[in-house]
């Protein structure tokens, strides 16, 4: 061959060697193009599913509420079980055999109570303790003894009655669940739930239901209590710690006994505190939800608020009126209300003065020793309903009870302006 000819043959080989390099390339990318957009559209389609099956749930939560939901009082079957020596669980199933409308987990049922020796019957709230289901509705009630400074009083009626009177079979009227304590499972920021002794209930209504969802979120559960003769959910817990590596139970012995076992029974040796979030979380950036007795409440919500947790990310219940103190809301209010009202109370005879101190007039009338009628603390249940005889009074949110024209809920209601109540 000549050597123009070798030298075409060499230049026709790295042409076509070329040739093939481009077109290779050229399939890699259109064939990457083809990948790409493939799982571009697979994720598309996911989470087009992922907002329809989200959807679907919205709807049937929506069609239960609207077909099973109920007005006033309705009639439940319960079971009773007894879950410590003070401490009863009671399941309520519809005594019409319908089925129950969804709730959210942290939310309370109002109850009224027939008790033998009463004229009157008794309303008090108990957080649902078990995760939304449209079969039963689960309590668990703690009897409540009288103050450790007057032990002559009787233990708590309702919580006595339901832990040594009430037997399964009985029929108790029922009002639908309400309360603005609550969790929406369907949001993905990172939580920490918090409870302290039997306010463990709403916070464990929160984590069971995201525990039989499979959420993913990042979960936190601290349980205070002072020792496993005081645990609730104990197994149930458990079986939560050992199927969802995201949920993290922290159970904190205040005063452990010499059996339990630390690591095992229990995780630390101590009260909840924020010291403790410091050590365990290290950052603040959650969700904090909390319920417990009015100390803890009170120093976690104020440490939180010290270690710069924002106070919309903050949220808590008590069982009784108001008892934490929210400082920031408090110093606004100073600033921005100055003024001060003559609060009568006719059937005690006596007359205070608001001045904004007090979070509504039941706090005024406790506070100078006028007994009020009252049950939730929250403008639900309506015991402490009485006649408003002159003025006007405001509440910081719509109250959950309808109550009567011509009256107040003086458990949250605030003067306006000079008014006589007949309390
Ligand atoms: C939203 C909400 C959710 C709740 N969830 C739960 C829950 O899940 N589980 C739970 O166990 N509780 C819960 N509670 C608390 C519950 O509603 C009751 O307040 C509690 O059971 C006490 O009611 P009682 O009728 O037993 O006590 P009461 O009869 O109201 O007595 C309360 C206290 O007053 C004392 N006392 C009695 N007579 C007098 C007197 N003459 N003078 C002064 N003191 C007296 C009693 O000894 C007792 O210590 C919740 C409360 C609310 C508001």
């Known amino acids: 061959m000549t050597e123009v000819g070798t030298l075409l043959v060499v230049v026709g080989g790295g042409l076509s060697a070329l040739v093939s390099v481009q077109l290779m390339i050229a399939f890699a990318n259109s064939w990457a193009k083809v990948r790409a957009d493939a799982e571009h559209k697979n994720l598309s389609l996911r989470l087009l599913r992922n907002k329809m099956e989200a959807m679907k749930v919205l709807h049937k ?13 309705r009639k439940f079957r319960v079971d009773v079980k007894k879950e410590l020596s003070d401490v009863t669980s009671c399941y309520f199933r519809p005594h019409d055999g319908k089925k129950l409308p969804p709730f959210k987990p942290g939310q309370f049922l109002t109850f009224q109570f027939k008790l033998p020796d009463e004229d009157k019957p008794l309303i008090r709230c108990y957080s649902l303790s078990d995760k939304p289901n449209d079969e039963y509705y689960r309590i668990s009630v703690k009897k409540i003894l009288p103050p450790r400074d007057k032990p002559e009083l009787p233990s708590g009626k309702s919580s006595t009655y339901i832990n040594e009177v009430l037997k399964s079979d009985e029929i108790i009227d029922v009002k639908i669940a309400s309360g603005n304590f609550y969790l929406e499972t369907r949001e993905h920021s990172p939580i920490v739930l918090i409870g302290g002794g039997i306010g463990v209930t709403p916070v464990y209504s929160m984590l069971r239901t995201l525990a039989a969802e499979d959420s993913e979120r990042e979960v936190w559960f601290f349980y205070g209590l002072r020792n496993k003769t005081e645990q609730l959910y104990s197994e149930e817990l458990k079986e939560i710690a050992r199927t969802h590596p995201n949920m993290h139970i922290c159970l904190c012995y205040s005063n452990p006994e010499p059996d339990d076992k630390e690591g095992e029974d229990y995780q630390y040796a101590e009260r909840v505190s924020v010291d403790l979030f410091k050590r365990v979380l290290h950052v603040n950036n959650y969700v904090f939800y909390i319920c417990g007795p009015p100390p803890m409440m ?28 929210k400082t920031r809301a408090k110093k606004k209010d100073d600033a921005a209300s100055q003024e001060s009202f003559a ?24 506070a100078n020793d006028i007994g009020l009628a009252m049950s939730c603390g929250i403008g639900n249940c309506g015991t402490c309903m009485v006649a408003l005889k002159k003025g006007t009074v405001d509440y910081p949110a719509k109250p959950g009870f309808d109550f009567d024209a011509g009256t107040c809920l003086p458990c949250i209601a605030r003067p306006t302006g000079p008014v006589e109540i007949d309390g």
Do not use: M
Not at 305 to 321: I, K, N
Not at 343 to 366: H, M, N, P, Y
């Open 61 to 73: 939560e929506y069609e239960q509420s609207k077909r099973y939901s109920w007005t006033g009082y």
């Open 298 to 325: 009170n120093s976690l919500v104020s440490d939180l608020e010290a270690w710069d947790v924002p106070s919309e990310h903050v949220r808590f219940e008590a069982f009784g009126p108001a008892s934490v103190k």
């Open 343 to 366: 609060v009568k109370f006719s059937r005690s005879g006596k007359e205070c003065q608001w001045t904004g101190e007090e979070d509504s007039i039941l706090e005024l009338a406790t």
